[in-house]
């Protein structure tokens, strides 16, 4: 394939971290500034690599794999990103694709904002540097949020969602258990049936034949809001490890457990399981199932011994290293797939919904609004849950301010940037431009009429602060009027 032929690699990447730093780095927005970069500099074939939703510490990233494929095919001349921080932040990897696969594979590498140009090897001296900066920004932020979650827990806070069966947590108190007597009796029983003597295998079989639900299956059904697990087979199959579990945990002696798991290497997913020194141990912190105590203690130390014991054996095996690695790699690729699947499934569904209702199908109107009714109240629910929060937590108060404050000076600009933009097409006599502005017009006029009359209606139903800011509003439209007036006049 001739090389004046071949592909000009554009690629993009977007992690959930980067969301937060407004839409100046956003996929579209990386778009179309590679693309105008391309354009003007006369690079031609063009094709995109957008990767979204990943961390820059992973190079296992689907466009960049694709693009990794076409590299090692020879189709690719040029690789063009923003900057090398959109390409990763594993300062070893970068150096190792950049000035090692790229200059062998004859491919020209570009990162705009930082000025590296491969095709001026002078001028990317300090490029390694930049690498080393981009990963140390990574594993700093890493730091500080495990840092923050570390300080929860001395403090005895639970950090996750997780809810041991049996208990269950109230709205307005998201640190204490309490005992869910229906699922508790449950849990009674298995202490019970253990004591008699019957294993776990038998007791999970027992359970099984009388249509007990398995833990999973009793939380999405009774409490939504703390299920984090709603993949099952078949909601009344129980098995010996489940069983095993709720006869190993030390909260149903009362005791809280924090940092069962943890992650050495910022740059991998991958958890273990912490060791007993490592485990934040919090004693008579809620009620307990304390007639269990000694089953539960002895239990406890025997599956100790033997899971130690199972894990030195099997992680020493160079070999079952690798394979679990690959297998978690493989895993991750799966649920990643399968939640782009889903997403692009809804949004298909959704675009053929609002097709349907322009051509006035009523069906349609009405499942389009309940969907905007199900989002309003899932956004609802989550500030009310940010917002009380935030009264019991001083720092995720101050965290929330800090954010809002943020977002409202980015989004602001940005706003004021594009409707800036878009004037100056409407001036320069862009149709599309000029419609688009009179439509903004138009909204902003009925906004305004809207928040007017609720303005109002508040303020003559007794809302104090209300009936301040509209007494406010109509003296400055009163001295509107009579300023105009005697311009007139005049």
Sequence with gaps: MAKDNRITALYERLSRDDEMQGESNSITNQKKYLEDYAVQHGFGNIQHFSDDGYSGTNFNRPAFNSLLTEIEAGRVGTVIVKDMSRFGRNYLQVGFYTEMMFPKKNVRFIAVNNGVDSANPADN??????????????????????????????????????????????PEDKQTLYVDEASAS?????????????????????????????????????????????????????????????????????????????????????????????????????????????????????????????????????????????????????EKKRQERATKKKKIALAELKEQAEKGNQEAVRKIEERRAIARERSRKSA??????????????????ERNAEYNRRHTARR???????????????????????????????????????????????????????????????????????????
């Design 186 to 334: 449950v849990v009674r029983r298995i202490f019970q049936l253990a004591c008699d003597g019957m294993g776990a295998t038998a007791i999970a079989d027992t359970l099984s034949e009388d249509k007990i639900l398995i833990p999973s299956a009793y939380a999405r059904q009774n409490h939504p809001e703390d299920c984090q697990c709603t993949n099952y087979h078949d909601p009344y199959t129980w098995n010996a490890t489940t069983v095993g579990y709720i006869l190993n945990r030390r909260e149903y002696l009362g005791h809280t457990v924090l940092g069962k798991t943890t992650r050495d290497n910022f740059k991998t997913k991958r958890k273990r399981i912490a060791n007993e020194d490592e485990l934040l141990v919090f004693y008579n912190t809620h009620e307990a199932m304390a007639e269990y105590k000694a089953i539960l203690e002895k239990g406890r130390q025997n599956n100790r011994k033997r899971s130690e014991k199972m894990r030195e054996l099997r992680m020493s095996d160079p070999e079952y290293r690798a394979k679990m690695e690959e297998k978690e790699r493989l895993a991750l690729e799966r």
């Design 125 to 170: 001296d300090f490029t390694p540097f930049l690498n080393i900066m981009n990963e140390w920004y990574a594993k700093d932020t890493s730091k500080k949020i495990k840092a923050v979650f570390k300080a929860k827990m001395r403090d005895g806070k639970r950090v996750s969602g997780a809810v041991p069966y049996g208990y269950y947590r109230k």
């Design 384 to 401: 009310e849950k940010r917002k009380q929060r935030a009264e019991n937590d001083p720092e995720y108060a101050k965290y929330l301010e």
């Design 416 to 490: 004021k940037e594009q409707m800036e933009a878009l004037r100056a097409r409407a001036e320069a006599g862009d149709q599309e431009a000029q419609s688009q502005l009179a439509e903004r017009k138009q909204y902003q006029v009925r906004a305004t009429v809207k928040s007017y009359r609720k303005m109002r209606d508040d303020a003559l139903s007794g809302d104090p602060i209300a009936k301040v800011r509209y007494e406010k509003t109509l003296a400055m439209r009163r001295e509107a009027y009579h300023a105009k007036k005697s311009e007139q006049t005049a």
